[in-house]
């Protein structure tokens, strides 16, 4: 028997992540152009915000200035002030002193108690008569403005304020753009983290399984001669053909061409699939693929899965729904588990297969809670639908890479009924049966072709029907005229020719 070395069960992960090929280059790729535009942006962004704070300074002073003549306005006292104490002056001015006669205070007028207490009331106007503009300088100069100008000076004041914490928008406006950019860029280096351990822990479990039973004195060593997708000593024990599948493939043993297996393991080095599998949880599978010779296997259709699966194969797999259906348990005798159905063409063939060895092993009630675990299905029939009609399938979940051991059990199920199929022949009366029920399918299955040729025939005579009437439709009116001239004169002929032929009876 060929076998191959340990250290090609190793791809080498250092050369692949190294030298990448096929998607793990462009996802490289694509990881660098959204890092190179996320920098470019991230500059931008810098750049405007130090250009923002190079000119901050100017918009200061505008402020200063604006707060200067709002407080001008605002600060002074509106109410008139008490009269002040008027001095006389020195005899260089050239403003008199004032008359005696006019009084010096004057009582203001009386305001008018509607107004609202709000509104600042006017200052009187003989206190300023008799002022020096040049002398009191300083002094706000009152405007026999309507009372509007109160609230103009009001919505001043807050435009200068505002003009102090109008930036503040801005930087809440940098910190939620920084927020998202960081988040899409934790979620970039979580993606490529996951990436990476995810496709390595997919590894870690084929390998597993192919030291486990593809390895010296392992169970396909000792029953196949080939192992392996080359043919040479140092060829690979698994096909990878995705971050997730995982092919074997082994030849060379009695009763059988060939026997593929494929490992189907949860997307791991995808960080959505992930996540996804957190909340509808998944199992990694292997199945295995018999193909058998022609001249090995009799005429059996037989499955075995859990109930609530096999009523689904038992209504959607063909040869399932043609042939078998499922079995009750018999009342003699040791049967299955009872989480377990078994679709048969006949009772015969089931209490055949199901021998006391595979109840003790596996299918028993003590056994399957132990070492049925991970059984999913079984399927043997001669009547496969494919370009292989003799199968038998196989399916099983895989353990972690640290308890491959628990499928022992299982994986010995499949040299074992490879040598069963291989060796049983039905009884006369079994044959019979499934002879009619042969026949009998391919009886439909011929009628069913006539009727698919014919309907094909029908659909041929109706285009060509079609075409000869558009082919009229186009015609002009003279070669119409001529044609029916033409059928006219055949159907005369062939009248002529009948009353021939009965004259001379």
Known sequence: MARRPSSSLWFSPLSSLFLPRGDTLWYILALLSIFSLLIHHLSVSSLAAADSSHFEGFDADDDETLEDESLQLTDLPLRSPPPPTLTQSDPESHHGPPNPKTPSNSNPPATDSSQPPDLPTKPSSTSFDYWDEDEFEGLPVESQSPPETTKSTENATPAGSDSKTSPKPENATASRSYTVEIACVSFLIMFIINYFTGKKENENIALAWA?????DDSIFEKNFSLLGVGEGKDSPLLLKEGHNVFKFYASGRRFCQRLLATMELQSRHDLISRLYNM???CKDEITFEV???DDAMDQVVFALAKKKAAKTMQKEVGDLQRFASIVSPPSNRKWVAEDLAVISESREVAGDLITEAVLDQVFGDKAFEKFG????????SDQHLGTHKKMLIFKFALPDANH?????????????????????????????KTDAARLKVAQEAYKE?????????QKKKAERRKMMEAAEAKLSAEAIRKKEVKERARQMKKSMQKVKMARAH
């Open 449 to 457: 072709l006539q009727n698919a040729g014919l309907e094909a025939l």
């Open 211 to 215: 030291a486990k039973f593809a390895t």
């Open 291 to 293: 193909y058998m010779n």
């Open 279 to 281: 909340i509808v949880p």
């Open 373 to 380: 675990k991970g059984f999913i299905s079984m399927h043997l």
């Open 404 to 432: 491959m051991a628990d499928m022992s059990r299982l994986v010995a199920l499949v040299p074992y009924y490879i040598d069963l199929i291989g060796r049983y022949k039905l009884s006369s009366q079994a044959r019979s």
